[in-house]
């Protein structure tokens, strides 16, 4: 993740003084999730075009965050109320020992992630389908596309039309 530019073409809005202005955007986490999201922008929408961008995402299957996650926030608690709702709620439904949900450490400083899912999207801007792989261990990938589930060899998991990326901390 680059810093962003946001200059003539592209002013940034100062919520201090109501002026455009010229500013540098810079992403940083403040508290690293345990489910963290990666979507990618893949359709362009303005004034000149509207298309799907097909270009290949490179994504690894480990994700390493540190660089981005601001030193006072190194830790999450086991006492933040959002945090324990969601617990609480995984474990009342079942769905940790389902989805293995219950490998996230409460806690940690480590800001490592492994991918466990890919939404793909096949189509055009127009219309398309969603389908989704999911890793069900630490070896088996599958594919559910409507009705029809499929076991996935891993190198068939980086796919050209990856839309979201599922990461769970390690």
């Not at 200059?7 to 489910?35: M, Q, W």
């Not at 617990?87 to 991918?115: A, E, F, I, T």
């Not at 096949?122 to 088996?140: C, F, P, Q, W």
Request: some cysteine; hydrophobic content about 30%.
């Amino acid at each position: 993740m680059n810093d962003e530019i946001l200059d003539e073409d592209n002013l940034h809005l100062c919520p201090s003084c109501g002026e455009n202005i010229c500013a540098t955007l810079k992403v940083e986490i403040c508290k690293a999730p345990n489910i963290l999201l990666i979507h990618f922008k893949r359709f362009l929408n303005n004034k000149k075009e509207r298309k799907k961008i097909n270009s290949k995402a490179y994504y690894p299957d480990i994700l390493d965050l540190s660089p981005f996650v601001t030193q006072s926030s190194d830790q999450t608690s086991s006492n933040d109320p959002l945090n324990s709702s969601v617990n609480s709620l995984l474990n009342d439904s079942g769905l940790n020992q389902k989805m293995h949900l219950n490998r996230y450490v409460v806690g940690s400083k480590r800001h490592q992630y492994r991918l466990y899912g890919i939404i793909e999207h096949i189509g055009s801007l127009d219309g398309g389908h969603y389908v989704t792989l999911a890793r069900m261990n630490e070896k088996e990938w599958f594919k559910f596309n409507d009705g029809m589930v499929q076991k996935m060899k891993k190198k068939q998991i980086h796919s050209t039309d990856a839309y979201l990326l599922c990461y769970e901390k390690i």
